[in-house]
């Protein structure tokens, strides 16, 4: 279990039930109650990141439960956060409108206290689960072209030459002359459409290339790893690009410049790779 996430908000009409408390006493949960989802939400807006769960106690939607439902579940900070509804009889309409505004689980109250306590445990897992994941894509990938960043690029690729050792591959570094007046003129917003577009453009070409990575490395440098038979293939790789590039509808003359190097020692590539990886550069 994360450190950061080991707190269990409770909403209640009333004190917390004996047998809901029983279920997450002793699990070294801290439990924040509170009477009213308006409170939950100022709870969550101070410190959503350590929160493990949200457990409403309820016997039918009401209008603030509902407005705290679709706010955690409109929220990136807080959409991860699973809800649970904890009540007294098995309405199936209820719980119908429950899991369509995004509740995690229904949980009949006269359940033994250890279900109940196994069905939150669950549902707190997901939420780790999901964090998780979420952290390990942000480690990753790159945020605004969500395709390889810098790290992570060197790691698959040092993995692909490992793997491949009898293939010769050529690394390709490149950028765009002038990107940054290209932002001056154009702004910010469109100097990330155009960022994206160049992911693309790498995306497409990797869909059709077994051995192939590629990544972004930083601002307008980009860079991808490819097996050849013969160099020309590589050449068409580059040419392909210049002439997607070519048609990107913006006044601006786009000059791609290329870096290109033959993979010839792979111990030695692997090995600053693996050094670039570690030290940022």
Do not use: W
């Not at 269990?8 to 009333?14: E, F, G, K, N, Q």
């Not at 603030?64 to 904890?86: N, Q």
């Not at 972004?216 to 293939?233: L, Q």
């Amino acid at each position: 279990m994360d450190g950061n996430m080991k707190t269990v908000l409770i909403v209640r009409p009333a004190p917390l039930s004996r047998e809901i408390r029983t279920a997450i006493s002793g699990d070294g949960f801290e439990v924040i109650e509170t009477s009213f989802a308006e409170g939950a939400l100022d709870a969550l807006a101070v410190d959503a990141e350590k929160f493990a769960a949200a457990i409403f106690e309820l016997e039918r939607m009401t209008e603030d439960a509902r407005h705290f439902i679709e706010v955690c579940k409109g929220s990136s900070y807080t959409k991860e956060i699973p809800i649970l509804i904890i009540a007294d009889r098995n309405d199936v309409e209820f719980q119908m409108e429950c899991y369509r505004l995004g509740v995690f689980d229904f949980i009949e109250k006269d359940l033994p206290s250890d279900i109940i306590r196994l069905r939150i445990h669950n549902a707190i897992d997901h939420s780790v689960l999901a964090l998780t994941r979420k952290l390990r894509h942000v480690r990753d990938y790159d945020q605004v072209t969500n395709i390889y960043g810098k790290h992570h690029f060197f790691e698959v690729t040092a993995k692909m030459l490992q793997e491949n050792q009898g293939v010769d591959f050529a690394m390709v570094y490149f950028n765009i002359e002038k990107f940054r007046m290209l932002n001056s003129f154009f702004g910010i917003e469109e100097g990330d459409r155009f960022i994206r577009f160049i992911a693309d453009i790498l995306r497409e070409i990797g869909s059709r290339n077994r051995l192939f990575t590629y990544g972004h490395m930083h601002a307008d440098i980009f860079a991808f790893c490819a097996s050849f038979m013969k160099h020309v293939e590589i050449t068409a790789i580059v040419e392909y690009i210049e002439k997607e590039l070519s048609h990107y509808p913006l006044a601006f003359n786009i000059v791609p410049k290329f870096g290109i190097t033959i993979v010839e020692n792979y111990e030695e590539d692997i090995n600053v790779l693996s050094d670039c990886r570690q030290t940022g550069h």
